[in-house]
């Protein structure tokens, strides 16, 4: 590939014109295929123009053979560019500072000519993707502007508006597969384009990105913005970052937005058919041919970097085709005739462009596929993701690392959060990763200190405080036992735990109107973002044991839900306002501005927890990864919405009409945005075998049988139409279109199922603590005092325990047993 594109353009000799010398230390005959020569030879040898790698070894050095085989891999991509390899013997006969001491051969020189212009430390060039992408990486100082900040982006953008169009990459780590991707579509479109790069996740976030997992290329149209005020229009490219994707994708963005032709469609050729892109032609005629070209040009942005939009007028053709049709589709295989279609809106247009390119690539996937586990690849995605960004700075000075000597005097003179992880564990170094991300996002704004104990250098200090795996997040405050974090190991759930962990659980209301402020969001309206519902739990002043249960629970969802809680003489106001009899709970939903009540009569603090956190899932919401185990536990079937990006607020409007009026209670009603969670594609094709049009509606039952059913296609979503088609379902008047089979989800190897070894580990340690807001002794202020520093719970009766933790710990157990139980595929 890097061959044909440097045919297409030519290079400034400033590309070619350096030498690139690094100094090492060792040495394997058996791997080397570059040409020897002494420093003096080589240096004799190096002309302007030429670009040169250097490998200086000492003759007497130990082998190193993952080194040489990956510099001897680099030769030819690095050829390729202009720049040449070559292997360097330092002998005693010549003096070098280059062979000089073992400080010196561990650095990587570039050199244009015989001028230096940078050092690197030989341990970032680690494979050959880190050598060629840091080479031109250096070589294209100019053509690429690395950047740190949204401020330094918005000046970019402005400085380029109406002069040039910029390509915006996100990689997670210099030296990565990516990041050599990107520079490789440098070198050859740098001098067309400004290439922007960064590796800060929160700058990706703050540009709007939702998956910031993966490596991105956005381009930004700003050469034909003139108003400095106006923001440059953004394409993202949706394939992964390969230089193959990368060149298709600004060949795209090269050709024209949209095209008129008056030709017979079979034989009409682009760039993107070359491209193996398809074509959708919109036909039009002339007397809507202004609206025709509109919704062309609507279909053509949504498309830009997956198909070629041509408007095709349809009155100056001299093909029949059929009279109805206002779509036509051709695909990029030659021989393949085109297909006539009638599409009714811009989302059908673009769901079969989409659906048909996801099909492709899932059968390019199977095609590569070999039998059997590949064990050359990381089983463990997080211990990969870990290696992979491994070379990546964190700015870990927004947190206070603390140790033996600190511990003790930092937690008890400030609130803080500590997290306490081990620096050899994959999964302790992700959250790291989201823990830094917080302190990006609290800084400044937060009174909490954020603290890190690495308990592989001060373990004493993590088995004092009852750390006893990885990683464990906990919050100390003066005056309170100290908190244990157990929700998702995510940079949002996280930050949601600490900031409702400002107010008391649950908070004391003492008059009316406050109860009134309270149940509107005005009261705490800071924390509303982070709280979906308020709580509010009335009481009369002599009720003393259902607010003990009540106020129990609320201890208990602290820093998951907002909870208060009303025991004045007054309270027969609010409970004939909501027409409750107290004992009672009110749960305010803000984002729908309403206002439920629930009798509290004989509950316990389990059962408030359990109620509380039912009432707080939303009524319709959208399924990600994270969630979806929350909602399989409610045991009901799935009424799933299927839609390739924003729902249509009719298609909601219908579904929410029929969850108030109670007749979608017996199912969970749910959507999954397939841009989202791409995962979703599977669980289709699983389905339905190929990917049918969007959006589509299904009704899963999960936990018993495995039926699939399918809202009829050629029918709209609307109340009256979903309604019938239950009703039909439910008389058991509709087939289904699937059964998943009764198949269980195992490891590829027996050393890879995890879930027996946790389920042994369990069975050996029954008791054993659910960290999940569970409250500690204080934190004793000297080391005398720690090693005794037993948690007040455990002095507790078993039957106390039980009581308190049941909850949760048996959801997350339920859940697990539930997923084996099941043994099928969403």
Same mark, same amino acid.
């Given at each position: 590939?890097?061959?044909?594109?440097?045919?297409?353009?030519?290079?400034? #000799?400033?590309?070619?014109?350096?030498?690139?010398?690094?100094?090492?230390?060792?040495?394997?005959?058996?791997?080397?295929?570059?040409?020897?020569?002494?420093?003096? &030879?080589?240096?004799?040898?190096?002309?302007?123009?030429?670009?040169?790698?250097?490998?200086?070894?000492?003759?007497?050095?130990?082998?190193?053979?993952?080194?040489?085989?990956?510099?001897?891999?680099?030769?030819?991509?690095?050829?390729?560019?202009?720049?040449?390899?070559?292997?360097?013997?330092?002998?005693?006969?010549?003096?070098?500072?280059?062979?000089?001491?073992?400080?010196?051969?561990?650095?990587?020189?570039?050199?244009?000519?015989?001028?230096?212009?940078?050092?690197?430390?030989?341990?970032?060039?680690?494979?050959?993707?880190?050598?060629?992408?840091?080479?031109?990486?250096?070589?294209?100082?100019?053509?690429?502007?690395?950047?740190?900040?949204? +401020?330094?982006?918005?000046?970019?953008?402005?400085?380029?508006?109406?002069?040039?169009?910029?390509?915006?990459?996100?990689?997670?780590?210099?030296?990565?597969?990516?990041?050599? #991707?990107?520079?490789?579509?440098?070198?050859?479109?740098?001098?067309?384009?400004?290439?922007?790069?960064?590796?800060?996740?929160?700058?990706? $976030?703050?540009?709007?990105?939702?998956?910031?997992?993966?490596?991105?290329?956005?381009?930004?149209?700003?050469?034909?913005?003139?108003?400095?005020?106006?923001?440059?229009?953004?394409?993202?490219?949706?394939?992964?970052?390969?230089?193959?994707?990368?060149?298709?994708?600004?060949?795209?963005?090269?050709?024209?937005?949209?095209?008129?032709?008056?030709?017979?469609?079979?034989?009409?050729?682009?760039?993107?058919?070359?491209?193996?892109?398809?074509?959708?032609?919109?036909?039009?005629?002339?007397?809507?041919?202004? #609206?025709?070209?509109?919704?062309? +040009?609507?279909?053509?942005?949504?498309?830009?970097?997956?198909?070629?939009?041509?408007?095709?007028?349809?009155?100056? *053709?001299?093909?029949?085709?059929?009279?109805?049709?206002?779509?036509?589709?051709?695909?990029?295989?030659?021989?393949?005739?085109?297909?006539?279609?009638?599409?009714?809106?811009?989302?059908?247009?673009?769901?079969?462009?989409?659906?048909? =390119?996801?099909?492709?690539?899932?059968?390019?996937?199977?095609?590569?596929?070999? $039998?059997?586990?590949? =064990?050359?690849?990381?089983?463990?995605?997080?211990?990969?993701?870990?290696?992979?960004?491994?070379?990546?700075?964190?700015?870990?000075?927004?947190?206070?690392? *603390?140790?033996?000597?600190?511990?003790?005097?930092?937690?008890?003179?400030?609130?803080?959060?500590?997290?306490?992880?081990?620096?050899?564990?994959?999964?302790?170094?992700?959250?790291?990763?989201?823990?830094?991300?917080?302190?990006?996002?609290?800084?400044?704004?937060?009174?909490?200190?954020?603290?890190?104990?690495?308990?592989?250098?001060?373990?004493?200090?993590?088995? &004092?405080?009852?750390?006893?795996?990885?990683?464990?997040?906990?919050?100390? &405050?003066?005056? %309170?036992?100290?908190?244990?974090?157990?929700?998702?190991?995510?940079? %949002?759930?996280?930050?949601?735990?600490?900031?409702?962990?400002?107010?008391?659980?649950?908070?004391?209301?003492?008059?009316?109107?406050?109860?009134?402020?309270?149940?509107?969001?005005?009261?705490?309206?800071?924390?509303?973002?982070?709280?979906?519902?308020?709580?509010?739990?009335?009481?009369?002043?002599?009720?003393?044991?259902?607010?003990?249960?009540?106020? $129990?629970?609320?201890?208990?969802?602290?820093?998951?839900?907002?909870?208060?809680?009303?025991?004045?003489?007054?309270?027969?106001?609010?409970?004939?306002?909501?027409?409750?009899?107290?004992?009672?709970?009110?749960? #305010?939903?803000?984002?729908?501005?309403?206002?439920?009540?629930?009798?509290?009569?004989?509950?316990?603090?389990?059962?408030?927890?359990?109620?509380?956190?039912?009432?707080?899932?939303?009524?319709?919401?959208?399924?990600?990864?994270?969630?979806?185990?929350?909602?399989?536990?409610?045991?009901?079937?799935?009424?799933?919405?299927?839609?390739?990006?924003?729902?249509?607020?009719?298609?909601?409007?219908?579904?929410?009409?029929?969850?108030?009026?109670?007749?979608?209670?017996?199912?969970?009603?749910?959507?999954?945005?397939?841009?989202?969670?791409?995962?979703?594609?599977?669980?289709?094709?699983?389905?339905?075998?190929?990917?049918?049009?969007?959006?589509?509606?299904?009704?899963?039952?999960?936990?018993?049988?495995?039926?699939?059913?399918?809202?009829?296609?050629?029918?709209?979503?609307?109340?009256?139409?979903?309604?019938?088609?239950?009703?039909?379902?439910?008389?058991?008047?509709?087939?289904?279109?699937?059964?998943?089979?009764?198949?269980?989800?195992?490891?590829? *190897?027996?050393?890879?199922?995890?879930?027996?070894?946790?389920?042994?580990?369990?069975?050996?340690?029954?008791?054993?603590?659910?960290?999940?807001?569970?409250?500690?002794?204080?934190?004793?202020?000297?080391?005398?005092?720690?090693?005794?520093?037993?948690?007040?719970?455990?002095?507790?009766?078993?039957?106390?325990?039980?009581?308190?933790?049941?909850?949760?710990?048996?959801?997350?157990?339920?859940?697990?047993?539930?997923?084996?139980?099941?043994?099928?595929?969403?």
């Amino acid at each position: 590939m890097q061959p044909q594109l440097m045919m297409s353009f030519s290079f400034n #000799a400033l590309r070619v014109g350096i030498s690139f010398v690094m100094m090492c230390i060792f040495y394997m005959s058996a791997v080397d295929s570059l040409p020897e020569l002494s420093p003096q &030879k080589f240096f004799s040898t190096l002309q302007p123009g030429k670009a040169t790698l250097a490998y200086f070894c000492q003759a007497d050095s130990p082998s190193t053979s993952i080194f040489l085989e990956e510099l001897n891999e680099a030769d030819k991509p690095l050829q390729d560019y202009g720049i040449s390899v070559a292997k360097v013997n330092c002998v005693t006969e010549e003096t070098s500072r280059y062979c000089g001491s073992e400080k010196d051969l561990m650095k990587a020189y570039l050199f244009r000519g015989h001028i230096l212009l940078r050092e690197f430390p030989t341990d970032t060039l680690f494979d050959v993707d880190a050598i060629v992408a840091h080479v031109l990486f250096a070589l294209l100082f100019n053509e690429v502007k690395y950047i740190t900040t949204l +401020e330094d982006l918005q000046n970019t953008e402005n400085a380029l508006k109406g002069k040039a169009n910029i390509a915006f990459s996100y990689v997670r780590a210099i030296g990565t597969p990516e990041h050599r #991707a990107v520079m490789e579509a440098a070198f050859v479109y740098g001098t067309t384009y400004q290439f922007v790069l960064t590796t800060e996740i929160a700058l990706l $976030e703050s540009i709007g990105t939702e998956d910031i997992e993966y490596a991105h290329l956005y381009f930004f149209h700003c050469k034909p913005v003139l108003d400095l005020t106006q923001q440059c229009r953004r394409t993202l490219m949706e394939q992964s970052l390969t230089t193959l994707n990368i060149h298709r994708f600004m060949k795209t963005m090269e050709a024209p937005l949209l095209t008129e032709v008056a030709e017979d469609p079979q034989q009409v050729s682009t760039v993107h058919l070359q491209l193996g892109l398809p074509l959708v032609f919109i036909v039009s005629q002339q007397a809507t041919y202004e #609206a025709d070209r509109t919704t062309a +040009e609507w279909v053509a942005w949504r498309l830009l970097g997956k198909a070629g939009v041509l408007l095709l007028l349809r009155d100056s *053709l001299e093909v029949d085709f059929p009279q109805n049709a206002n779509v036509v589709f051709k695909r990029a295989e030659e021989g393949v005739p085109v297909e006539f279609l009638v599409l009714n809106n811009i989302d059908l247009i673009v769901s079969r462009v989409e659906s048909n =390119m996801h099909i492709e690539e899932t059968h390019e996937d199977e095609d590569n596929d070999i $039998e059997g586990p590949d =064990m050359d690849i990381q089983d463990d995605e997080v211990a990969e993701t870990v290696y992979r960004d491994r070379k990546r700075q964190l700015p870990l000075e927004l947190t206070v690392e *603390l140790t033996e000597e600190t511990f003790n005097e930092t937690v008890t003179a400030s609130d803080s959060i500590v997290l306490f992880y081990a620096g050899w564990q994959a999964v302790s170094m992700a959250f790291l990763q989201s823990y830094i991300d917080v302190a990006i996002k609290l800084k400044g704004t937060s009174t909490m200190l954020l603290t890190r104990v690495n308990c592989a250098d001060w373990s004493h200090v993590c088995a &004092k405080q009852n750390v006893t795996e990885f990683p464990v997040v906990k919050m100390y &405050k003066e005056g %309170e036992n100290p908190v244990s974090y157990a929700g998702m190991l995510g940079t %949002e759930d996280l930050l949601k735990f600490i900031q409702l962990n400002r107010i008391s659980c649950p908070v004391n209301i003492t008059s009316v109107q406050e109860a009134e402020e309270y149940l509107s969001g005005k009261l705490h309206k800071d924390l509303i973002s982070y709280s979906s519902v308020s709580v509010l739990g009335l009481f009369s002043p002599t009720m003393t044991t259902a607010k003990e249960e009540f106020t $129990e629970a609320g201890n208990y969802l602290k820093g998951y839900v907002i909870t208060g809680i009303y025991s004045e003489e007054d309270v027969l106001t609010l409970s004939n306002k909501y027409a409750v009899t107290l004992p009672a709970l009110l749960l #305010a939903r803000h984002k729908e501005g309403k206002i439920e009540s629930i009798s509290l009569a004989n509950v316990h603090a389990q059962e408030i927890v359990q109620i509380i956190t039912n009432a707080s899932l939303e009524t319709f919401p959208e399924i990600t990864v994270e969630n979806l185990p929350t909602y399989l536990r409610l045991q009901k079937p799935l009424l799933i919405l299927f839609s390739d990006g924003s729902i249509n607020p009719q298609h909601k409007k219908a579904i929410l009409t029929l969850v108030k009026e109670k007749h979608l209670d017996s199912l969970t009603p749910c959507w999954l945005n397939l841009k989202n969670t791409p995962v979703g594609r599977g669980i289709l094709q699983a389905y339905f075998d190929t990917l049918p049009p969007l959006p589509l509606l299904a009704v899963v039952n999960l936990h018993s049988g495995g039926q699939v059913f399918a809202f009829p296609s050629d029918q709209t979503i609307t109340e009256q139409n979903l309604l019938l088609w239950l009703k039909k379902l439910e008389a058991g008047l509709e087939s289904h279109i699937k059964i998943l089979p009764a198949q269980e989800w195992k490891p590829p *190897l027996p050393a890879y199922d995890f879930l027996s070894m946790m389920d042994a580990a369990t069975s050996q340690h029954p008791a054993r603590k659910v960290p999940e807001c569970i409250k500690e002794t204080d934190v004793q202020e000297n080391d005398k005092e720690q090693p005794e520093d037993k948690l007040a719970i455990r002095n507790e009766p078993t039957g106390t325990l039980r009581t308190k933790h049941w909850n949760r710990s048996n959801w997350f157990e339920e859940a697990k047993k539930q997923f084996r139980h099941d043994n099928k595929e969403l």
